[in-house]
Structures are given as C-alpha cells and as structure tokens.
C-alpha cells in the first residue's frame, strides 16, 4: 500500500483536479466518498481506478468491503488533512474511490425515459435519479446547461444509484430526443400552460416524461417539439412544487398504470 506524504505527490495533484467539471470530463474519471458509495460502487461492478484511504480507517476496510473487492484494486494511504483537500463533506469518512465514467447505452427496447430539462439544484438532479432507479426509469437525458452528474452533491443525493441507470447528455439539437420521439416515443412535458391534468393522460407505453429548470420550467426548445402537456392538479393552491417531488409523483403515476 503506497503512501500519499504530500500535496506534491503526482497522484494528490490528480485527484484534486477531479474536483472542477472540466477535468472530470477530460480524464473521464470522477471521485466518490464515504463507505456506503464505495461499496455500492463494487456491488454495481462499476470501473474503480483506485481507493484513497487514511490512515485510521484501513482496518474497516476489510469490514466494509471484503465481499466486494477484488486482488487488484489499488489502494493509496493518506493522512486525513491531506484527505480532507480531495473532498468537500465537512466530516469525511476517510474513503474515497476514483471512477473511470462509462455510459451505460439506452436499451433499444425501453419504454419510459426522463428528460431533466437544466435543471440547476445537483441535491434536486439526484434525487430524481435515485428516484428514477426505483421507479424503473430506463434513462435519462439530460438537455445543455443542466447540472454535472457528476458534482458530490449529485452524486451523494443519489446513494449510489448512479450506477445502475444509463444517463446521457443530448446535444445542442436535442438529437437523442428527436430520435426517440422518431421511434414512438410520446414526448410528456410538465407546464403551467395547460389544463390537461396528468391523471388523466394515458402513460402507458413509449413515454418520455420530461421536467424543467427549478425557476423557469420547460425550456421553449423542448416544448415545441413536445407531444402532450400536463399539469399536477394542486387543490391547496400552492404555487408550485419541489421538482423531484413533481417528477417522483408523475412518474409513479405511470408505473401505475403499466400495472393495470
């Protein structure tokens, strides 16, 4: 087990450039911490590069992780106030994996994608994909300007679900929208603008559910190209809701229906 002693050491210095947007895309590796991330990490047999661990935690290790690991996973030693400039939680558990990205490809079969339209909020953009994981959600595409899913925020809103869902990012044209809606795909919209209530739209099938930007909604680009527009009946009159909690009620509204 190799020994991290300074921030002078090469691989300190890549690892903390893993911390802004721009590097994670160009090495395609990004960081994860705490026990429970890294161990779901191994149970989704996701491409770990290499564990940064401090000194007082490498006897949990075996704890935590035996089940999972494999021989030839590395291991780097580090003490915790060198630890603490690679992360960003305010009590760090001591573990962090680095993971090489790998993009699960959409299933030419699947029936129910999410578009998250920029979102902004990465606590909102992975709690729809933790809740999008549980619902069945197939993949999500995510439109220009919406938030990294790769932040540690996102990534820890997730509890690791982020392994197990395909999310891609769509281009300036919406080309990966335009090209399911080719294959059939109904493409669903959330907006004020209308008076269709979503209980009563049929979700059954092909259905690409889409959600917008906290403050702003939809964005013009997607609307104009959407097939149906709804709206999350509100008897108390609040103003609006949460959107992963507008997203979770829409979507649990289809797996409904696909079970009748």
């Known amino acids: 087990m190799v020994f991290i002693e300074s921030k002078e050491n090469n691989l300190f210095k890549h690892t903390k450039k893993l911390k802004d947007r721009k590097n994670r895309n160009k090495s395609s590796k990004y960081i994860i911490e705490g026990f429970r991330l890294v161990q779901e990490a191994f149970k989704a047999k996701v491409d770990i590069d290499y564990l940064i661990v401090t000194e007082d935690v490498i006897g949990k290790i075996d704890q935590f992780l035996l089940d999972y690991m494999t021989e030839d996973i590395k291991i780097y030693k580090i003490n915790m106030n060198l630890f603490k400039e690679l992360v960003s939680t305010e009590n760090p558990q001591g573990i962090l994996a680095v993971i090489n990205m790998n993009i699960k490809p959409l299933k ?8 998250c339209d920029k979102l902004q909020d990465p606590g909102n953009l992975g709690t729809i994909i933790r809740t999008s994981h ?17 932040n540690e925020k996102t990534i820890r809103s997730t509890m690791g679900s982020i392994f197990y869902i395909p999310i891609h990012y769509d281009d300036d044209n919406l080309s990966l929208v335009k090209k399911l809606k080719e294959e059939g795909f109904n493409l669903v919209v959330t907006s004020l603008d209308t008076d269709k209530d979503f209980f009563d739209i049929n979700l059954r099938g092909k259905v690409l559910l889409t959600v917008g930007n906290e403050g702003n909604g939809v964005s013009g680009e997607v609307l104009n190209i959407a097939d149906t527009k709804v709206k999350i009946p509100m008897p108390g009159n609040a103003e609006s809701l949460n959107v992963a909690i507008a997203t979770s009620v829409i979507m649990y509204e289809k797996v409904r229906q696909d079970r009748l």
């Open 108 to 115: 030419s079969n699947g029936n129910f994608y999410l578009i």
């Open 134 to 150: 549980a619902a069945g959600v197939e993949g999500i595409i995510l439109t220009k300007g919406t938030v990294d899913i790769y």
